[in-house]
Structure formats: C-alpha cells, structure tokens
C-alpha cells in the first residue's frame, strides 16, 4: 500500500472517529433503544451469575420479574433470555465490565457505547479495505471518506446495536471470501466461513453474511464449495440450538415461533426506505441514502465488476423483506446497507468524473437539497434565494453534458469543486448540529 494512501486512511479514520464521537452519549439520547441495555445485560449475567438474564417484553418466557432501574425506567427482567443468541451481548458485557460497570443495575451509557465508536471506526476501515480490493486505492478511500461522513451513519453509529456489530463482520466476511476467489488461498475461506458462523451467534438474520459469501461461491462455479460453506456456517449455528436446548427447549422453541411472525411486514415494507427514512427511532432526511440507492441501481447494469456490492446488498436485502421490514422506531435494522451504499457511490462518483455524466448533477441535488433542510433553515429559515441559487449551481454541475466546449467543461468543474466543498461544510454542520430536541 502507497505511502499516500495510508496517511489519508487514517485522516479519514481520524475525522470519522471525532465526527462519531461528537455527542456520542448525548445523541442519539439515552432511551432510543432500550436494547442498548438489553445486550449488556444479557453479557454481564452470563458472565457473573452463569444465566442468561435481560429484559424482554414477550409473555413467552415461564419466569418474568418487575424491575425498575436507578434512573426509574420499568423493565421485565426474564430468564432464561433466549430470544437471541449470546455472542453479541457477551461481546458489550465484557466492555461494560472492562469499563468499570460493576453490574447491571451500575452499569450507565458511558460503560458501553465506547465500544460503538471502535465498530464504527472498524467498519470504515473495513470499506475500504474491501472497495480498495475490488477497485483500488482510490475507490477505496473515497468509499471510506463517505462512509465516514454521511450523517445517518455517523449518528447511527454511537450506538451499541447489534447492526453496528455485523456490519464490520459482514465485510470481513466477504472480504475474505474475495480474496479466496483471486488467490484460491483455503484460509480466506475457512476465515470467511468461521466469522460468517459467529455472525449467526450474535443474531439469526446474520445468516445474510453467510448467504453473500455463499452467492459469491456459487456466481463463480465453486459448487462444491458452497455446499462445504453453508455446511460450516451451520455447524456452528447450531451451537445456538444447543443453547437453547440446555436450558429451556420450550421456551425457546416458542420464542422462535414468535419471532417468525412478529414483525410488521406489509406490501409497502419495501418502499418504506425510500418513504419513511429513519436514523433510530426518528426520522431524519438524508439525501446521502437517496444518492447510494440510485447509484446502486446503476451498478446493476454490469454485474460481472460489481458482484461482490451487488450480492453483499443483495444477501441481507433478501433477509429484510423476508423478516424485518417497517419495524416502527427501528432504524438500525437498514444500517447494514449502508456501506454498500458508500462503495456505490464512490464507484460512480469516480466514475461521472471521468465521464460526462448528469449523476453528479443529481446526486449533488438531493444531497445538498437535503443538508441545507438539516442546517440552514433551521437556523436562518427558508430561503428562496439559497435555494435557488443552489439548485443553479447544481445545474452548472453537468453543463458539459449538453455543451461540450472546453470553457463549458472549465465552467463545470470549478461548480462542481464549489458545490461539493459546500456540500461537505453542511455535512460537518448537519452532523455536529444534530439533536432530538
């Protein structure tokens, strides 16, 4: 790896780790999701009691207890908690432990989310390692830069949510099984198959990483090795039901039954994403999304170069119609697709540089659009003049399109210079700016 590209890696890790840290146990406020004590509670039970213990509102557990946290929140503490596998919550107890969280009635925000700041920062390296190995350096860093300043990452990010966890395990997963293919090397594949296998330890929708990695085996004929795969990832998977089994089999046979029908899934579940954006539990316009969706759209059209974003999406999409759709307040469940999105973006991005193209035309258009919603008029108001004298800008962005003389094309790239340095200083604004207030 070039010199140069290792110091602005880790200016971009630099500016995603003070963007992400910015509020972080302010904003998203305490009390977004719940579950953020949920999964430390479950570690920290298992690891000083020996018993799976946390909170669950489902009447399908046999013992139930009223609890009432320090700071007066009501819960149902049940046991054994079985409605999700363990590795995550054994992951968030030992930091909050490590973090000086005696137990679970100690434990506070600031024992945990130190560990959402480490995914975060680890799913931008993890872009761009995987951008950088299938398009190169420059891909690569603009993926990471991206992901590490879209606003709805950034602030989704500070929080200890099961999502912030696979995201990372998820591209080393395809990372790995990326590397294989080029180099046929056994350990990027057994390495892809493990951490695939304790993905679905943390959560059972993680079978998505598995699925990616399998749907890439099988784009490139290896048959035989999506059979040894998905035999692997199962294998471990079944640890789960072993769980379960030793100790309590109805309970957690009955957990299952609910969980296969308890989401919200109706026909507009789908178009939810694009109708009802969500960061936590509220709903927050980002146009960075709307950009990544239409440009992931494009990818489609060669999939033989874009395989591996279009599977990874692909993969966890199909988990999320089949189960997770338009859960009210749950923002975190449309996190993994996001640094998809980034890399999409990035791809053409380069790639409307380098060719005429109106993407940046429309791309800079609802992002702008968008950030100048979160920042200006809350502060100045609405502006017809800024909006229009934007929207102009914009417009100079693909000139060169309809007109192809140089000094149109020297006209286009001093709008887009201009139009993207403003567009990052309403990211910044957007994002050191944002509350729930």
Sequence with gaps: ??????????????????????????????????????????????????????????????????????????YWLVEPYLEHPPLFGLIVGSYALFSGAKDMRTVDISHIRGLALILGISSILMVFLLAREMYGDEIGLVSS?????????????????????FIPGFLLVLYAMVKYIKVKRTRYFYGSAIVAGLLTLAKVPWWSAAIGGSFLLFYHRMYARVIQYICLVAGIFSLYFLWGYLWDWEVFINLWRFQLHRYDITFDGVFSLFTNPMLVDRSFLDGWLYA?????????????????????LLSYFAI???????????????????????????????????YRSLFLFFSSTVIGLSLFQNTWEPFFGFSYGAYRLFLILCGLTGISYFFHHKAFRKIELASIIFVFLLIFILNIWTILGYNEQ
């Excluded at 998203?28 to 213990?53: C, H």
């Excluded at 946390?54 to 700071?71: A, D, F, G, I, N």
């Excluded at 990544?292 to 990874?312: D, E, M, P, Q, Y």
Aim: charged letters at 15%.
């Design 1 to 74: 790896m070039k010199k140069i590209t290792i110091i602005s890696l880790l200016c971009i890790l630099f500016l995603g780790f003070l963007l992400r840290r910015h509020n972080y146990l302010t904003w998203p406020r305490e009390g977004s999701t719940f579950d953020e004590y949920a999964w430390t509670w479950l570690g920290m039970n298992i690891l000083q009691k020996g018993k799976p213990v946390s909170w669950s509102p489902h009447p399908q557990y046999k013992l139930r207890t009223h609890y009432v946290s320090e700071k007066g929140t009501p």
């Design 145 to 165: 830069f991206l992901y590490a300043i879209i606003p709805t990452v950034v602030v989704g990010s500070r929080i200890v949510q099961n999502e912030n966890f």
């Design 292 to 312: 990544g969706w239409f440009a992931f759209f494009i990818l489609l059209s060669n999939t033989k170069r874009h395989a591996v974003i279009i599977f990874g």
């Design 320 to 354: 999320y119609i089949f189960g997770i759709p338009n859960e009210p307040g749950h923002g975190w469940y449309r996190y993994p697709f996001y640094p998809f999105l980034a890399i999409a973006l990035a791809v053409v991005f380069i790639d409307a540089l380098k």
